[in-house]
């Protein structure tokens, strides 16, 4: 299992689409940093500060394509494997389960990696431009806000471990698309899909029947400094995790059918050469 | 003809079911951000799904799920080596394009009559401030932004189609649309402080940015052979392509 997930960790790290990713995080914060109307270029800000206006403060940028990153990371090293039935063979080792234990797991950590990486990558390069801390004009309004005043670097690891854990859960998400759905399609965009426009069902779910429903639309999930209630945010996060949980027991019923109706098939080819 | 159904076909209804439901969901939002100051004209409320700049990228990633747009490797390769795959495509592209703002119109009046009860036509301003097109009726912009919605969701389908067809094992074509949404908004307010340049895809798809400088005929004409252009240039990288992975193997993009 341990093998398994370590492969996976390699494989994702040595992909050109980690890097491209993680490049992309960067480009889109710079931008953002650039275009924060309360970022001024002739203002001294801090590491801290450019970290704060580049990231947590609202990134339109970031919000739409947050979703589709860990997907775009992780989706093609299973989807490969399930495609190509490759998975069958360390499978039969390590019996289904544990593999997609495994596979879940990858998912997860590969998720969280590369925001956590890039992020950091991020802190670096605001600390490497200006490692002065300074006192900027910032109110958090979202999670954690009363950290924000006791210790600004303990917010700013905390935003990155959120992130991490919105991105953790969105891979997963789309682990579970991919082996329930069969399709590299789905498993690539859905999740980003899910992410990004289940708000239009806020209306829809505008009735006493459906109305706990919009509770659980996962929308601006990854949006740290909104004034989202913790609870709220709790029901979302949990709502993904359970929604890929059941995609996934989906998924290995179906693989399982499969190498059933695969075993009875060579069963019975075998069967038929002896009789020959 | 056949083909295109046989395509549409192949599609799960799982996921004809999922874009129903956004799609249903996107009307519902526009007559609900509509109604607060009275009922809207079934023209301004299709009109205010086309000049939001926050939904306007939804429709290109929903038509993700609805078409499994340029997806169709995930099955076959054979659209790719075939010189007239972007053809086919294109077609496929093109009528998907077509049922899905069929589909969002027809969602439009369903809403309204779930909603309110009735469907309200009016060529009047009653509720929507149009900002740089005032001198337009709301039917004559709304069939103004229905075709530009059209041709631009049709360039990005052909868009996802070239990319395609340089990656065979995974449909990473969505990213290049997906680019396009992400960073031409962005370059028009933030690099190009909304100073028109007439060459990005944001300035040839909503209205207030074409009729900034109010020549309504010309400029709507320019846009149209704008987008047709882009449609082209895909159609001959597509050609550039494949004719190279013929001679060369293919290199994986990602």
Known sequence: ?276 | MKSISDNFKQIPLWRIILAIIFLLGLSFNAYAALSFEGPPSFQEMTLTQLIDVTTFNLYYILLLVIAGLGFKNENANIQHTNPDGFRRNLKYIAFICFLYIAVLLVFNILSMLLQSGSVYFSDKWCVLRPEGFEFLTPSQSAIICILLLYLRLVFLGCLVSVINSRCRKMPFGYSGGFAVCLFDGIMYYNVFHQNTIGVLPYEHSYLACIFITHLPALDVFLSVLYWLIMIAAAGLLYRLFNRQSKSVPVKEVF
Request: net charge positive; glycine share 8%.
């Open chain 1, 1 to 276: 299992m341990g093998k398994i997930i370590i492969s996976d960790i390699k494989r994702a790290l040595s992909s050109k689409r980690f890097w491209i990713s993680a490049g992309l995080i960067i480009i889109c914060t710079a931008i953002n940093l650039l275009a924060s109307s309360a970022y001024d270029l002739n203002k001294r800000v801090g590491w801290i500060g450019l970290f704060i206006f580049g990231n947590i403060i609202g990134n339109p940028m970031i919000y739409l394509l947050e979703p589709f990153i860990p997907a775009f990371i992780f989706a093609p090293l299973f989807m490969e494997d399930i495609k190509s039935g490759a998975y069958k063979d360390v499978s039969k080792k390590t019996g289904l389960k544990k593999y997609l234990a495994a596979r879940s797991v990858s998912s997860l950590i590969a998720g969280s990696g590369i925001f956590i990486i890039s992020l950091l990558i991020i802190l670096a390069g605001c600390f490497f431009c200006d490692p002065t801390v300074q006192t900027i004009e910032y109110m958090p309004i979202g999670l954690f806000k009363e950290v924000y005043y006791s210790s600004a670097l303990l917010y700013i690891i905390l935003f990155i471990l959120y992130t991490a854990l919105c991105g953790a859960l969105f891979c997963f998400l789309s682990f579970g698309i991919g082996l329930a759905s069969n399709s590299s399609s789905m498993s690539l965009v859905l999740p980003g899909i899910i992410g990004s426009c289940s708000y239009l069902m806020l209306n829809l779910f505008n009735n006493p029947v459906l109305s706990w429903m919009q509770v659980l639309l996962p929308y601006l999930v990854y949006a740290f400094d909104v004034g989202t209630p913790p609870l709220n945010r709790m029901a979302k996060l949990c709502f993904i995790l359970f929604a890929s949980l059941i995609l996934v027991a989906a998924g290995y019923h179906k693989l399982k059918k499969e190498s059933r109706v695969n075993t009875a098939a060579t069963g019975e080819t075998h069967a038929n050469k002896i009789e020959v």
